[in-house]
Nanobody, 119 residues
Framework: QVQLVESGGGLVQPGGSLRLSCAVS????????MNWYRQAPGKQRELVAG????????NYADSVVGRFTISRDNAKNTVYLQMNSLTPEDTAVYYC????????????WGQGTQVTVSS
């Protein structure tokens, strides 16, 4: 069973930084492209950032370009989201997603971690 466990969320002041981590177990990590999504109250879940299986390609939502950086360590089965210059609009529950297209299509989700940006 594939499991994703996020950590690193919390309360931060505007302009501050947080680093989210997502540890994956139960499968071969390098089979999966990894994504971070977020969902704010009353809004739909949106894709924040994604990274390819090897880490050679990344993509970002326009709202986070230049502020957020996604990375992965395939030796540690972990994906990260470095978030800088946070604003109250970044407040949301952040979810890690593992997307596999090898040997069939599959998606797995973490339980989410709350990020609150407030003074």
């Amino acid at each position: 069973q594939v499991q994703l466990v996020e950590s690193g969320g919390g309360l931060v002041q505007p302009g501050g930084s947080l680093r989210l981590s997502c540890a994956v177990s139960g499968s071969i990590f390098s089979w999966y492209a990894m994504n971070w999504y977020r969902q704010a109250p009353g809004k739909q879940r949106e894709l924040v950032a994604g990274i390819s299986r090897t880490g050679g390609s990344t993509n970002y939502a326009d709202s986070v370009v230049g502020r957020f950086t996604i990375s992965r360590d395939n030796a540690k089965n972990t994906v990260y989201l470095q978030m800088n210059s946070l604003t109250p609009e970044d407040t949301a529950v952040y979810y890690c997603n593992a997307h596999r297209t090898l040997s069939g299509i599959a998606d797995y989700w973490g339980q989410g971690t709350q990020v609150t940006v407030s003074s």
